[in-house]
């Protein structure tokens, strides 16, 4: 039998659009419908958008989460930034990457051969042999990424940073609130970089927002 662990459905969302005119009734749901009704039951998902729409197609699921949430082994903390690009807002990126090498070291994996073009001219140490790639996001001191295989394996404790694009909706970044991954921003303003944490504090029977530097 084929067995799934930790699949996902991909559906985006563009200025309102959903891509592929994904529902249960799209042609592109009956192909997804086709494909996992030949696979062992329960399937096992690694969001809740995909356990959801299996569970109301009628399809035994258990939502499991992503596999690189089951690395046991805690970092040793060491005193470097992990970096790795998102596909989107290339250009801010690249200037987060030139004001955090600055002022840290920074290790960049790079999940696609073709980003090492973006780093070439740069003051950073390259990572692209994968089997590398978890020890170097567990080791690191903060993680800024656009990769959820960079976000998850991250979640030890360390302040991490996800590019979340200009999509207004992702559908495997559903993982992102189910987990409660802490509300972290990069602020990019007049050249002045800020890394900060979201915090809502309350006092004297108000409320407020601030933003509390990390790195």
């Known amino acids: 039998p084929v067995i799934c662990f930790g699949g996902s459905i991909w559906v ?3 200025s309102g659009k959903m891509l592929s005119g994904f529902s249960r009734r799209s042609v592109s749901s009956y192909a997804i419908l086709k494909t996992v009704k030949g696979m062992y039951e329960p399937i096992g998902c690694r969001d809740p958008f995909t356990y959801d729409f299996l569970v109301a197609s009628g399809i035994k699921a258990e939502l499991i989460g992503c596999p690189t949430l089951f690395n046991s082994e805690k970092g040793e903390r060491k005193d470097y930034i992990a970096f ?3 596909r989107d807002n290339l ?6 990457l030139d004001y955090l090498t600055k002022i840290h ?3 960049v994996v790079l999940h696609e051969a073709y980003e090492e073009r973006w ?4 003051q950073v ?3 692209s042999r994968p089997e590398l790639f978890l020890d170097v996001y567990a080791n690191a001191k903060c993680v800024v990424t656009g990769r959820l295989h960079g976000a998850l394996p991250s979640l030890d404790g360390k302040p991490i940073f996800f590019f979340q694009g200009e ?3 992702d559908s495997r970044l559903t993982i992102l609130d189910f987990i409660k991954m802490p509300n972290m921003k990069i602020n990019v303003k007049d050249q002045d970089f800020a890394i900060y944490r979201t915090v809502l504090i309350r006092a004297d029977g ?5 933003n509390v530097p990390v790195v």
């Open 12 to 14: 985006e969302e563009h």
């Open 84 to 86: 790795s690009f998102s």
């Open 91 to 96: 250009q801010e990126q690249i200037k987060v």
């Open 105 to 107: 070291k920074v290790k």
């Open 119 to 122: 780093v070439k001219d740069k």
């Open 125 to 127: 140490e390259k990572i």
């Open 167 to 169: 999509k207004k909706f």
């Open 206 to 210: 108000e409320q407020r927002v601030i």
